[in-house]
């Protein structure tokens, strides 16, 4: 499966932005989905993640209760919706797909950069 991220940019402190992601390839409702992110100097992080279905969703305590990840399977994409942002959550951010649920996200894209200023 191949994932394309967009929806990235500059917000102010508060604000809010959706990152979306589109999948080609195999059966996008075969794969868990996820969000990750990168800050400069930093190492990746665990974002959110939704099952198959959509009907599990997992996130980070630092982003619990501002972020809600979304999947639209007929549209083989994945969201993530933004809110609340804070200076903290500037990042590249990455959407994975993890095939089968196994616990390996082996496909990435490319990322988006959110940038958050205080």
């Known amino acids: 499966v191949q994932l394309q991220a967009s929806g990235g940019g500059l917000v102010p402190a508060g604000g809010s932005l959706r990152l979306s992601c589109a999948a080609s390839?195999?059966?996008?409702?075969?794969?868990?989905m996820a969000w990750f992110r990168q800050a400069p100097g930093k190492e990746r992080e665990f974002v959110s993640r939704?099952?198959?279905?959509?009907?599990?969703?997992y996130y980070a305590d630092s982003v619990k209760g501002r972020f809600t990840i979304s999947r639209d399977n007929a549209k083989n994409s994945v969201y993530l919706q933004m809110n609340s942002l804070k200076p903290e959550d500037t990042a590249n951010y990455y959407c994975?797909?993890?095939?089968?649920?196994?616990?390996?996200?082996?496909?990435w894209g490319q990322g988006t950069q959110v940038t958050v200023s205080s």
């Open positions: 939704i099952s198959q279905s959509g009907g599990s969703t």
């Open positions: 994975a797909a993890d095939y089968r649920s196994t616990g390996n996200y082996n496909h």
């Open positions: 390839g195999r059966t996008f409702g075969d794969y868990s």
